[in-house]
């Protein structure tokens, strides 16, 4: 396998259309890397440009120290995954995985034993004689996948491999993808628009908007300390609310004035929000820390908010709350022990040792 090291990338449209700005990134050797974002971000097109698939404007592109900017994609070593798994539908499930090994003129007896190996791996020795319409969504995806695999490339490359299966196969599949990762101990790149697909399943992710890179991280730094609004507001589910505000000096502390109430800033935040004092800020806090004041141990009156609940979503374990003050609307994720009312007022604890704080101008994480 091998490393992908993207150094100052760019890559121009027609039209002066700028799809991808300035993109440096090091994929490790046998690294899951997830690039995600909304449509239209730019991970397909920088995706393609690491494939060979899209030629790039400016910048470089090295697989295992080989630069390939001028190599084309069958000289690359990559094998490539599509969202419409573009299989040949006249040939047989067999024929469709040692199609690029023929080409290359790999010995049959080695083929047959690449392409045997690759479906006991992923479950479908039954279906290799079988054509794509007899298949389903997820055996198509399999066969896909055993394509791939077949190859034994340096890096695997997957282009929003799922989102053209239904919820419960894309979970199956998600799993699938992981074990099959572990099992290769490949390089893989992934390219997903959904967030839960991204943090369950890569080792670091690289999160994108408007063609240029947010944050790079593991899951879990990128869910708890996002450098930016948009990177809190994107990764979970529920998303993160963020409301604006102003940060007051009150009784020695500082406190966030949504307008309709008041809670008070953790001490350890008071450094960092003290050039803030008076001014415009934007507050977050995830749905999970909020909790009905009714339901919290030892909840603090000034971390409390009174709000009206306006739609309950019931989860089967949990409850979210789509609740409104005068001026905003939040939501919080309880536990279901009680089903509340549209229309009902609750007074809501707030979780503050874990809210996040962001300047209104350049939407930076503050703290």
Known sequence: ?????????????????????????????????????????????????????????????????????????????????????????????????AFGLMLRRTPKAQIEQRVREAAQILGIEKLLDRKPKALSGGERQRVALGRAIVRDPKVFLLDEPLSNLDAKMRVQMRAEISKLHQRLAATMIYVTHDQTEAMT?????VLMKDGRLQQIADPLTLYNKPVNKFVAGFIGSPPMNLIGGTLIRRDGSIYFDEGTFQVKVPERMRSALGAYLDKKVTFGIRPEDIEDAADATDADPNCTARARIEVVEPMGSEIYLYLATRINSFIARVQAKREPAVNEEHLMALSMEKCHFFDIDTEKTIV
């Open 1 to 97: 396998m091998a490393s992908v090291n993207l150094k100052s990338v760019t890559k121009v449209f027609p039209g002066d259309v700028v799809a991808v700005e300035e993109a440096t990134l090091d994929v490790q050797d046998k690294e899951f890397v997830v690039l995600v974002g909304p449509s239209g971000c730019g991970k397909s097109t920088t995706l393609r440009m690491v494939a060979g698939l899209e030629e790039v404007t400016k910048g470089e592109i090295y697989i295992d120290d080989r630069l390939v900017n001028d190599v084309p994609p069958k000289d690359r070593d990559i094998a490539m995954v599509f969202q419409n798994y573009a299989l040949y539908p006249h040939m047989t499930v067999y024929k469709n995985m």
């Open 201 to 205: 399943m890569g080792d670091r992710l």
